[in-house]
């Protein structure tokens, strides 16, 4: 038996040793956070993100959305430019990026011109220095050489609010 006034320290119990080692600084301690993602991993999150992102648009994340879209844009200036541009608006409304929006600045159609330079100015903050120029810079040829003179008056209408 052992005296009770001996300093006799009780052996730690193993559960007491294995929280010893939990807290050392010499063990691994790889969160999930840490550790740097896989190729594959980060794949599959990207093309997870891009399918939630078409599921937001609707017809205009299908292939015959980027067929019409590409139509626009190589139409332009040609004798068939109206006619694609009418099949665009009439199945997918106004286009969503600057460089088609830029390019229905020079539809027929007053009223389609008219939302496309409003989108513009209401996207304008989000697009470099050089895209803010050219639209000024489109804008004020239309507003001097624009035949039509509703499209004189919405060039220099958006004009004066930049």
Do not use: C
């Not at 332009?76 to 665009?88: D, L, M």
């Not at 009223?111 to 803010?132: F, G, H, T």
Request: glycine residues 4%.
């Amino acid at each position: 038996m052992v005296p009770e006034n001996d300093d006799y320290d009780e052996k730690p119990s193993w559960r007491d040793i294995d929280r010893q080692r939990d807290r050392s600084s010499h063990t691994g301690r790889d969160t999930e956070a840490q550790r740097p993602k896989s190729p594959k991993k980060e794949w599959a999150q990207k093309m997870y993100l891009k399918e939630i992102e078409n599921l937001f648009k609707g017809k205009k994340a299908t292939p015959e959305h980027a067929v019409a879209l590409n139509e626009i844009h190589l139409r332009a200036g040609t004798k068939k430019y109206n006619t694609a541009v009418r099949k665009y608006v009439r199945e997918y409304g106004l286009p969503d990026d600057w460089s088609t929006l830029f390019l229905l600045l020079d539809y027929k159609d007053v009223k389609i011109v008219r939302q496309a330079a409003e989108k513009l100015i209401s996207i304008m903050d989000e697009e470099p220095l050089n895209k803010k120029e050219g639209l000024k810079s489109k804008l004020s040829i239309m507003a001097m050489t624009a035949e039509d003179d509703e499209v004189r008056e919405i060039a220099q209408e958006h004009l004066e609010g930049l």
